[in-house]
């Protein structure tokens, strides 16, 4: 069973990546800071100099955890708060219903009201997505999987929908199926969830147009800072998946031209 849903990924990833997008456009917002967030960078800077992308991103993790960002963050979702620790982010954080609405929602599982999808089904969509997006970006960059890395499979698709009662019960109301009986239909799962792995690939080639874009106009210091306030959801992508400011930015470059870049900042 391992080896038949090893090959289902392989070819299913490559797939992927030349499958035709369906989804509803996913587009960073290049907008100005709000007062809150400028005056969160502010709070920031005095904290941690300068270069947040250092060797294993050692100062970028700080900053998540510190108590600066974690206020901010309970402040910025007010209806999520309170965050404790910056690893609340990605269990409390939603994306939009309708980026997964009719690739997924309606699509696979014939929901035919975006009203009716719930919080907790819209979060096992998107750590679904997020594991792919991971898988992508750490083969790019050439990092380690952050599985092994991390001595931990919280994060995996098939964790998630088969080991947390989110999981489970998103499998028993939308498909019908006990993950806890001996013969799981994980071929049938798998085909269900397909589609996140297709809409992984546009988010994670967006957010690495948006994040050069901030680089090329704010300079990395100033531009990763602008990325922590305005997407916190994407700097947990990047801190889970990857391990050094190397890896990060061979994904975000031309694997080529990664150390030519690197020399000339």
């Excluded at 219903?97 to 997924?104: A, N, Q, S, T």
């Excluded at 696979?108 to 919080?119: G, P, S, T, Y």
Aim: aromatic share 16%; glycine share 4%; net charge negative.
């Amino acid at each position: 069973m391992k080896t038949i849903m090893s090959l289902y990924f392989l070819v299913s990833f490559i797939w992927g990546l030349f499958a035709i997008d369906t989804s509803p456009e996913y587009r960073h917002e290049d907008r100005e800071l709000t007062k809150f967030e400028r005056q969160t960078v502010a709070l920031l800077k005095k904290k941690f100099d300068y270069p947040l992308l250092d060797t294993e991103l050692k100062t970028l993790r700080e900053l998540s955890d510190s108590d600066e960002y974690v206020n901010f963050l309970s402040k910025k979702y007010p209806e999520q708060a309170p965050f404790t620790t910056f690893q609340d982010c990605f269990y409390k954080i939603l994306p939009s219903k309708e980026l997964y609405f009719d690739v997924f929602f309606k699509k696979q599982l014939d929901v035919q009201k975006i009203e009716e999808i719930r919080d907790d089904e819209l979060f096992i969509a998107y750590a679904y997505m997020a594991a792919y997006w991971t898988l992508g970006a750490y083969e790019r960059g050439g990092d380690q999987s952050p599985v092994q890395r991390l001595n931990s499979c919280h994060r995996i698709g098939q964790y998630i929908l088969a080991k947390t009662p989110e999981g489970r019960e998103f499998l028993y109301r939308r498909l019908g199926i006990d993950p806890t009986t001996k013969h799981v239909p994980w071929l049938l799962i798998l085909d269900t969830f397909e589609p996140l792995l297709w809409l992984a690939t546009p988010i994670r080639e967006e957010d690495g147009r948006w994040i050069k874009s901030l680089f090329d106009k704010y300079g990395r210091y100033d531009g990763m800072l602008r990325l922590a306030v305005q997407d916190p959801m994407l700097l947990d992508r990047i801190l889970y998946t990857f391990s050094t400011d190397t890896t990060f930015l061979r994904w975000l470059y031309d694997p080529i031209d990664v150390d030519g870049t690197l020399r000339k900042r």
